[in-house]
């Protein structure tokens, strides 16, 4: 399964929108992710699992959550224990439970740490003794009795459980469940465009972040790199801090901007620009956007280096860094390119997802959905399922490593 199949990631998220963490499944037709089978689910466990720990993506005291779905024949499979408890959801469905020896394997996940998620679940319908054995409960934000389905929750007093909404597709549903105090947002919102939001200018910082990355484009003396980032000791730090990230691997700290570009050269400093223009912006923006647009980026390189000169891929990098600058910004992806000076491609796949950049960036963005497209896209491209899938394991765990 996993070499005919991709990887879909949807995020989970906070009523401040910072990512918790990310459910993990395969694309289902643009059904979402619906019930899986035994085959698809040890597939996506084995897959999972080995790349995850292979990408280091998880850590011993990592508290992100990763959401996998399972079946009731896969509540045992090794490769579920292969990864460490902490913050690893496993999903079922309510009428799983049905399954002899369910509840058993349920109760010894739980013992060693990992949790259970419960989905698909009329709470009324289920015995109470068994909603205390779970970690998370999920329901659709659209449900027609999703305020009964919080009040039956909360009666119950089960404060280690949380209620997550599920298939938040809009920030109008997301207000909607924010406002009845679930705990936890599941779904494609982020990849909306939020209705009333007003346009927001580039920040100080951010100005100044562009006139730097304009003069690495033309390789300016490092004494006047220098002398414009001395003048946000913060930023200078925080460049520095993400350079050196376990996501970079150059080997030795770099101590300066000088040291910096004598290492890596001017090229590899842009993609760091364009992480902190992406992390620099004012109070009000979207951390979920952020981190979409972090790994987008590094999704987006990693299936082109194959195929281009490093620079090239390096420009893949920006390309989808920028691609959500428009929802960071709040104003039209024209606008922003008003405002920064790109190369003609990196704009062409902006405005189209058109040229040497385009196809990648939008493959990119396709596994963020659950869509049909997909293999199609990749096909055209010549990537085969397992390099996409690879390339987005790797994205995730070289966001993870960033400092942010």
């Known amino acids: 399964m996993q070499h005919e199949n991709f990887i879909v990631r949807e995020p989970l998220i906070t009523?401040?929108?910072?990512?918790?963490?990310?459910?993990?499944?395969?694309?289902?037709?643009?059904?979402?992710?619906?019930?899986?089978?035994?085959?698809?689910?040890?597939?996506?466990?084995?897959?999972?699992?080995?790349?995850?720990?292979?990408?280091?993506?998880?850590?011993?005291?990592?508290?992100?959550?990763?959401?996998?779905?399972?079946?009731?024949?896969?509540?045992?499979?090794?490769?579920?224990?292969?990864?460490?408890?902490?913050?690893?959801?496993?999903?079922?469905?309510?009428?799983?439970?049905?399954?002899?020896?369910?509840?058993?394997?349920?109760?010894?996940?739980?013992?060693?740490?990992?949790?259970?998620?419960?989905?698909?679940?009329?709470?009324?319908?289920?015995?109470?003794?068994?909603?205390?054995?779970?970690?998370?409960?999920?329901?659709?934000?659209?449900?027609?009795?999703?305020?009964?389905?919080?009040?039956?929750?909360?009666?119950?007093?089960?404060?280690?459980?949380?209620?997550?909404?599920?298939?938040?597709?809009?920030?109008?549903?997301?207000?909607?469940?924010?406002?009845?105090?679930?705990?936890?947002?599941?779904?494609?919102?982020?990849?909306?465009?939020?209705?009333?939001?007003?346009?927001?200018?580039?920040?100080?910082?951010?100005?100044?972040?562009?006139?730097?990355?304009?003069?690495?484009?033309?390789?300016?003396?490092?004494?006047?790199?220098?002398?414009?980032?001395k003048r946000d000791a913060a930023l200078s730090y925080r460049l520095l801090r993400y350079i050196n990230s376990a996501g970079f691997g150059l080997g030795c700290e770099i101590q300066s901007l000088k040291h910096a570009v004598t290492l890596m050269g001017y090229s590899p400093l842009y993609r760091w620009l364009a992480v902190l223009l992406a992390t620099s912006g004012p109070t009000g923006f979207s951390p979920v956007l952020m981190q979409t647009a972090i790994i987008r980026g590094r999704f987006a390189e990693l299936l082109g280096e194959t195929f281009l000169p490093r620079t090239e891929a390096e420009n893949l990098f920006v390309a989808g860094m920028f691609s959500l600058l428009d929802q960071l910004l709040g104003i039209p992806m024209e606008e922003v390119l008003d405002k920064i000076q790109l190369s003609d491609a990196v704009t062409e796949a902006l405005l189209s997802r058109e040229g040497i950049y385009g196809p990648f960036l939008a493959l990119a963005e396709a596994c963020e959905l659950s869509t049909t497209d997909v293999e199609s896209m990749a096909t055209s491209l010549c990537i085969s399922a397992i390099q996409v899938n690879d390339a987005h394991m790797s994205a995730l765990a070289w966001a993870r490593n960033l400092k942010l």
Not at 61 to 70: C, G, P, Q, S
């Open 15 to 229: 009523s401040q929108e910072h990512v918790l963490g990310f459910e993990l499944s395969w694309q289902r037709n643009g059904t979402g992710s619906g019930r899986i089978n035994d085959t698809e689910a040890n597939a996506l466990a084995d897959f999972v699992t080995d790349r995850i720990n292979a990408n280091e993506y998880v850590g011993s005291h990592d508290d992100r959550l990763l959401i996998l779905a399972a079946s009731p024949a896969t509540l045992k499979a090794e490769a579920y224990f292969r990864l460490p408890p902490q913050g690893k959801v496993l999903a079922l469905w309510a009428d799983d439970l049905g399954d002899p020896g369910a509840v058993a394997a349920i109760k010894s996940l739980r013992v060693q740490g990992y949790g259970v998620a419960l989905r698909g679940a009329q709470l009324e319908t289920v015995d109470q003794s068994l909603l205390s054995l779970f970690s998370h409960i999920e329901v659709p934000v659209d449900a027609p009795d999703l305020a009964e389905q919080l009040r039956i929750y909360r009666a119950l007093g089960l404060p280690s459980v949380r209620m997550v909404a599920r298939n938040v597709t809009s920030w109008e549903r997301y207000e909607t469940a924010a406002s009845l105090g679930m705990d936890a947002f599941a779904g494609t919102l982020h990849l909306s465009r939020r209705h009333g939001d007003e346009a927001r200018d580039l920040s100080p910082t951010q100005t100044m972040i562009l006139r730097l990355m304009d003069m690495v484009k033309q390789e300016a003396g490092m004494n006047h790199l220098e002398g414009v980032l």
